[in-house]
T-cell receptor, first 111, second 110 residues
Framework: GENVEQHPSTLSVQEGDSAVIKCTYS??????FPWYKQELGKRPQLIID?????GEKKDQRIAVTLNKTAKHFSLHITETQPEDSAVYFC??????????FGTGTSLTVIP | DADVTQTPRNRITKTGKRIMLECSQT?????MYWYRQDPGLGLRLIYY???????NKGEISDGYSVSRQAQAKFSLSLESAIPNQTALYFC?????????FGPGTRLTVL
């Protein structure tokens, strides 16, 4: 089955700096890659996603890139703000419509 | 997201007890999932169902069972709870792409 690895597990940045979280996957047939943000005590919520036929997608301060050849995808947050502090999860959906999640990155934005 | 609800939200039980966690959704999605979340391990799939007659095991199904009573309802049971099943449990539904999570059930097995 699919295996998703996520790095780093913790990340601290100064407010205004950029944050990058990286994930790799093992199943080359996986075709959809969402990113979720989970605030403390809350449920995961989708923040951005990318399909396998697209290399990059941007939504305001958040962008995701996908390298199918290398089987890795990354989340980029620019101009970070304290409210960006949360745990971020990457995921990959396989052809059987199962979602496999990374182990999460705890992001802290220091004011 | 009030469209996916879970009951109870918190539960403390003892080793050996049977417990059921319930999930309901008003999104009209056929696909429903149960995950458990443990610190440092992310979200791991327990069971999933793509319609009322379809039940599939996920990567960590041992010790759990499920019932899909209707399109809108998907229940997770622990037949004989053990302490290492202490975790945060999430139900989710999905459209062809996006997953929507319930608020979670925090289960503690003593």
């Amino acid at each position: 089955g699919e295996n998703v690895e996520q790095h780093p597990s913790t990340l601290s940045v100064q407010e205004g700096d950029s944050a990058v979280i990286k994930c790799t996957y093992s199943d080359s047939a996986s075709n959809y890659f969402p990113w979720y943000k989970q605030e403390l005590g809350k449920r995961p919520q989708l923040i951005i996603d990318i399909r396998s036929n697209v290399g990059e997608k941007k939504d305001q301060r958040i962008a995701v890139t996908l390298n199918k050849t290398a089987k890795h995808f990354s989340l980029h947050i620019t101009e970070t703000q304290p409210e960006d502090s949360a745990v971020y999860f990457c995921a990959a959906r396989d052809t059987g419509n199962q979602f496999y999640f990374g182990t999460g990155t705890s992001l802290t934005v220091i004011p | 997201d009030a469209d996916v609800t879970q009951t109870p939200r918190n539960r403390i039980t003892k080793t050996g007890k049977r417990i059921m966690l319930e999930c309901s959704q008003t999104k009209g999605h056929d696909r429903m999932y149960w995950y458990r979340q443990d610190p440092g391990l992310g979200l791991r799939l327990i069971y999933y169902s793509f319609d009322v007659k379809d039940i599939n095991k996920g990567e960590i199904s041992d010790g759990y069972s499920v019932s899909r009573q209707a399109q809108a309802k998907f229940s997770l049971s622990l037949e004989s709870a053990i302490p290492n099943q202490t975790a945060l449990y999430f139900c989710a539904t999905s459209s062809p792409n996006e997953q929507f999570f319930g608020p979670g059930t925090r289960l503690t097995v003593l």
